[in-house]
């Protein structure tokens, strides 16, 4: 499987992205994706996060209400829609992939859960 991400750039403070995370080489099934964000000398830490079958999503605190993950199943990827932007956002976002059926949150947060990676996309949010 590889995963590879778009959509990242630079935008002001209060803007929108939207992120997008293609799969190839095998199809979205049975798996849950997540994205996962890495700012210069921090952890990479946990966004949010949808399981494949029902759809279900998770979301870290500092998101939530301003992110949307959603995926796209004939096209085989996955989004996330950023809105009212900030600079604490700044960070290279990767998509991530685990093997599992049923998605829990305490799952989701862990990187260590997650098979495939992407290689990342950079967003820059402007002060």
């Known amino acids: 499987v590889q995963l590879v991400e778009s959509g990242g750039g630079l935008v002001q403070t209060g803007g929108s992205l939207r992120l997008s995370c293609a799969a190839s080489?095998?199809?979205?099934?049975?798996?849950?994706v997540a994205w996962f964000r890495q700012a210069p000398g921090k952890e990479r830490d946990f966004v949010a996060a949808?399981?494949?079958?029902?759809?279900?999503?998770f979301y870290a605190d500092s998101v939530k209400g301003r992110f949307t993950i959603s995926r796209d199943s004939a096209k085989n990827t996955v989004h996330l829609q950023m809105n009212s932007l900030k600079p604490e956002d700044t960070a290279i976002y990767y998509c991530?992939?685990?093997?599992?059926?049923?998605?829990?949150?305490?799952?989701?947060?862990?990187?260590?859960?997650?098979?495939?990676w992407g290689q990342g996309t950079q967003v820059t949010v402007s002060s």
């Open positions: 991530a992939l685990d093997y599992v059926t049923t998605m829990t949150f305490t799952r989701a947060i862990d990187r260590y859960n997650y098979d495939y």
């Open positions: 080489g095998r199809a979205f099934r049975n798996y849950a």
């Open positions: 949808v399981s494949w079958i029902g759809g279900t999503t």
